[in-house]
């Protein structure tokens, strides 16, 4: 098993910034990809990017250029920069990882990101 566990939500004023991290425990030998969703309430939940173990990275076009993601396989880290924020990015977001056959079984815990003025 895979046990995530995320941190670097809060409250921040339109155009800031925050940094999400995620650590992996457990069987992180399993780990390929790892990622980030996020749910908006009344809203369904949305992938907002992923990066797989040898470095390619994919980005929603809602952030693409506004937000990073970064690994650290030495640590076991994935990391989320969200770069001027939008109220609109308000939601609960949530670390993933996905073994080698795609099945993506493992969720943090999740952390809230609001952006307000």
């Known amino acids: 098993q895979v046990h995530l566990v995320e941190?670097?939500?809060?409250?921040?004023?339109?155009?800031?910034?925050?940094r999400l991290s995620c650590a992996a425990s457990g069987s992180i030998f399993t780990i390929n990809s790892m990622g980030w969703y996020r749910q908006a309430p009344g809203k369904e939940r949305e992938l907002i990017s992923a990066v797989t173990r040898d470095g390619k990275k994919d980005y929603q076009d809602s952030v693409r250029g506004r937000f990073?993601?970064?690994?650290?396989?030495?640590?076991?880290?994935?990391?989320?920069?969200?770069?001027?924020?939008?109220?609109?990015?308000?939601?609960?977001?949530?670390?993933?990882?996905?073994?080698?056959?795609?099945r993506c079984d493992y969720w943090g815990q999740g952390t809230q990101v609001t952006v307000s003025s």
């Open 7 to 18: 941190s670097g939500g809060g409250l921040v004023q339109p155009g800031g910034s925050l």
């Open 68 to 102: 990073t993601i970064s690994r650290d396989n030495a640590k076991n880290m994935v990391y989320l920069q969200m770069n001027n924020l939008k109220p609109e990015d308000t939601a609960v977001y949530t670390c993933f990882s996905c073994d080698l056959e795609g």
